[in-house]
C-alpha cells in the first residue's frame, strides 16, 4: 500500500480524507496557502508544506510547488480531493512524470469526460440516454436559430467546459436565442479560456439525479445506487439524500445499469459520479460525468456502509475490487445539508467571520465533516462550504426528523450560515412529501425566509 499521500486540497475534504488515512495507516502531508495556516488540515495531518500565497491560482493550483512538496516529502502518491485539481488532466499527468501516483481517474478519461458535448457523444454511441439537443459546430446565427427550432423551446444552451451553471442559459423563445448563447459563450470564455458550447432540451422540472460509480484497472464496473441532489440554488446543490423515495427498483436498475455502460464507455478508473436529469415521467437522461470524489459522497456511505475514500486509494494501488453489485445493500436513508458562510436573506450571499462559540451536533445517525473548530477565523478566498452535516435513519421520516435535531444543535456564533434556513426547508410539506425538483428553492425560498424557527416545528409531518 501507498506509504505516504500529500493531499492536494483543504477544507473539510481534505480532513475527510487524512481520516481514512490515518485508518490505512498511510500517512499524510498536508499543503495550505498562507492564509490557512491555522486550518483543522494543517493540524490533523502528519506533516505539512506551504505550497503559495493566499491566492488559490498561486497556491492550491500550483502544480509545481505542490509536486515538488510531495517529491522532497517523499510522497508516493496525491489525493486532489474535489475542487481545485481534482480534474485536471495535466496535473494528474505530471504526477506519473514525476513517479507519483495521482489518485483519481486517467487523464485521457478525465479529458474525454471534461468536454461535456464529447462527453454526449461518447455516452449517446454507447446507448446511455442523453438529453435531445445538439453538440456539433455552429457556424452561423441562422444555423443556431435552425437548430434551436428543431429542438423546440425552452432549451438550454450549455458550455462545454461549462461548471457550477457558468456558461449555461435558459432560452424561452426564439426572440432571446441569439443573445442569450452570445452571453454564454462570452461568460464560458471568460471562466473556462474555452466557448465551445452545444444545445439541450430543457426537461421541465426535473429531478437532479446522480449515480455514484466505483471502476478498478482490471474492467470491474459498479454503481452504489443513486443521490437525489435537486434541492438547488443558483445551480449548486444545497441538500442531498439516498435513496431518492421515488426510485423503485426497476428505474434504480435501469438507471445503474446506464451509469456503469457510461463509465465504461469512458475507459473510466476510480470513484466517480454520473448525472441525469429524470422527468416526471420516470424518463432519465444522461447530463455529465464528474471524475472525482464529489462533495456529496458522504450520503452514498451512509446508506451502502462503504468508505469510498478507501476504494479510491485501493484502486489506485492498482488493487481489483473487492465488492461486486451483489455486495451493495442499499440500508435505511441519509441526509446531508451543506452548511456554508452565506446569507440566505440576502440571496445566499457568501460571508467569512470568527468563531466565538462552535457547537457541533453529534449523537445517534449523526457524522459532520467540517473544517470548523471554536476561534477557527474563517478564509474570504476559498469556498464557503464549512460544513456537511449528514444523517442516516432507518426511514426517510425519521432522517429528517434527525436532521433537523441536528441543525438546532449546531451553533456558529460569529458566522452567518444557511443552517437556520435548511432547518425550516426541512419542515416544508413539499420536501417531506419528496416532492421537489430543481427549481424548490426559486420557488420557495422567500416563503421560508418568513418562517420562525419556533412555529416550523409546529408544521405537521405525519
Ligand atoms: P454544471 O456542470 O454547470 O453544474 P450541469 O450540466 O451539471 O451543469 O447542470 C446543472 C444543473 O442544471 C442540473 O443539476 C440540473 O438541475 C440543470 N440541468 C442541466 N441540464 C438540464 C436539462 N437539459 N434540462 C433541465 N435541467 C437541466
Request: net charge neutral; aromatic share 8%; proline share 4%.
Amino acid at each position: 500500500m501507498f506509504k505516504k499521500i500529500l493531499i492536494a486540497n483543504r477544507g473539510e475534504i481534505a480532513v475527510r480524507i487524512i481520516r481514512t488515512c490515518m485508518e490505512m495507516n498511510i500517512e499524510t502531508v498536508a499543503i495550505y496557502s498562507a492564509a490557512d495556516k491555522e486550518c483543522l488540515h494543517v493540524k490533523l495531518a502528519g506533516d505539512s508544506v506551504c505550497v503559495g500565497p493566499y491566492k488559490a491560482a498561486d497556491s492550491y493550483l500550483n502544480m509545481d510547488a505542490i509536486i515538488s512538496a510531495a517529491l522532497v516529502k517523499g510522497c508516493d502518491a496525491i489525493h486532489p480531493g474535489y475542487g481545485f485539481l481534482s480534474e485536471n488532466s495535466e496535473f494528474a499527468r505530471k504526477c506519473s512524470e514525476y513517479g507519483i501516483t495521482f489518485i483519481g481517474p486517467t487523464p485521457e478519461a478525465m479529458e474525454a469526460l471534461g468536454n461535456k458535448a464529447a462527453a454526449r457523444r461518447i455516452m449517446k454511441e454507447a446507448g446511455v440516454p442523453t438529453v435531445p439537443g445538439y453538440d456539433g459546430p455552429i457556424e452561423s446565427d441562422k444555423k443556431l436559430e435552425k437548430i434551436a427550432h428543431k429542438i423546440g423551446y425552452p432549451l438550454l444552451v450549455k458550455a462545454s467546459s461549462g461548471g457550477g451553471g457558468r456558461g449555461m442559459r435558459r432560452v424561452n423563445d426564439p426572440s432571446e436565442l441569439v443573445s442569450l448563447y452570445k452571453e454564454a459563450k462570452a461568460e464560458a470564455m471568460a471562466c473556462f479560456g474555452d466557448d465551445e458550447m452545444y444545445l439541450e432540451k430543457l426537461i421541465e422540472n426535473p429531478k437532479h439525479i446522480e449515480f455514484q460509480i466505483l471502476a478498478d484497472e482490471f474492467g470491474n464496473v459498479i454503481h452504489l445506487g443513486e443521490r437525489d441532489c435537486s434541492v438547488q440554488r443558483k445551480n449548486q446543490k444545497l441538500i442531498e439524500e439516498s435513496p431518492c423515495m421515488f426510485i423503485k427498483d426497476d428505474l434504480r436498475k435501469a438507471m445503474g445499469k446506464a451509469a456503469v455502460l457510461a463509465a465504461k464507455a469512458a475507459g473510466y478508473t476510480s470513484a466517480g459520479t454520473v448525472e441525469f436529469v429524470l422527468d416526471d415521467k420516470g424518463r432519465f437522461y444522461f447530463i455529465e460525468m464528474n471524475t472525482r470524489i464529489q462533495v456529496e459522497h458522504g450520503v452514498t456511505e451512509m446508506v451502502t456502509g462503504i468508505d469510498l475514500i478507501k476504494e479510491q486509494i485501493r484502486i489506485a494501488f492498482r488493487e481489483p475490487l473487492r465488492i461486486r453489485q451483489r455486495d451493495i445493500k442499499i440500508s435505511g436513508h441519509a441526509i446531508e445539508c451543506r452548511i456554508n458562510a452565506e446569507n440566505p436573506a440576502e440571496g445566499f450571499r457568501p460571508g467569512s467571520g470568527k468563531l466565538s462559540f462552535l457547537n457541533v451536533p453529534g449523537g445517534v445517525g449523526v457524522r459532520v465533516d467540517t473544517l470548523l473548530y471554536n476561534g477557527y477565523e474563517t478564509s474570504p478566498f476559498y469556498d464557503s462550504l464549512m460544513a456537511k452535516i449528514i444523517v442516516h435513519a432507518p426511514t426517510r421520516l425519521e432522517a429528517i426528523r434527525r436532521m433537523r435535531r441536528a441543525l438546532l444543535e449546531l451553533v456558529t456564533d460569529g458566522l452567518t450560515t444557511n443552517g437556520d434556513f435548511d432547518y425550516l426547508l426541512l419542515h416544508h410539506p413539499d420536501f417531506i412529501k419528496g416532492k421537489y425538483n430543481v427549481g424548490f428553492i426559486e420557488k420557495h425560498a422567500e416563503e421560508i425566509l418568513t418562517w420562525d424557527m419556533a412555529a416550523a416545528r409546529l408544521k405537521a409531518d405525519e
